[in-house]
């Protein structure tokens, strides 16, 4: 079934499918902020594992990106920005995935104190032109 829209900046109509603006309302974008606090004696350990879990996390379709963040006055409190297509993918599917399960497991013995985690819906994204 489709049924027409018409875009009210432009003034354009179009036809698109109730199935595919259903599933647009759906999916919004959600980025994580999670906050650790890793052990010193465990540091490296940590980065070998949660280097792999974003190396295999890259290739996901529904990845966005993501970028880890170490504290200028403490080497051992880190940060994690990560983007996902879809909260509810990232629940049902995405923390299930076998290449987490080592990082899953070693988290307690890896951190000091268990992680602090928010959810966050981009409103809007600035990037210098030619830059990543």
Do not use: C
Request: proline share 6%; glycine share 2%; no cysteine.
């Amino acid at each position: 079934m489709t049924s027409k829209v018409i875009d009210l900046t432009t003034g354009e109509a179009y036809f698109t499918s109730i199935a595919h603006e259903r599933r647009k309302e759906s999916a919004m974008p959600v980025t994580y902020l999670i906050k650790f606090d890793i052990r010193p004696e465990q540091r490296e350990r940590f980065m070998a594992l949660l280097g792999s879990v974003l190396d295999a996390m890259r290739h996901e379709p529904m990845f966005h990106e993501a970028v880890l963040h170490a504290d200028p006055e403490n080497e051992n409190r880190m940060m994690l920005y990560e983007t996902w297509e879809d909260h509810r993918d990232v629940l049902e599917v995405q923390v299930k995935r076998p290449y987490r399960n080592e990082w899953q497991a070693a988290l307690p013995e890896l951190l000091a104190n268990p992680r602090d985690i928010s959810v966050w819906h981009p409103l809007r994204s600035d990037r210098a032109s030619g830059r990543d």
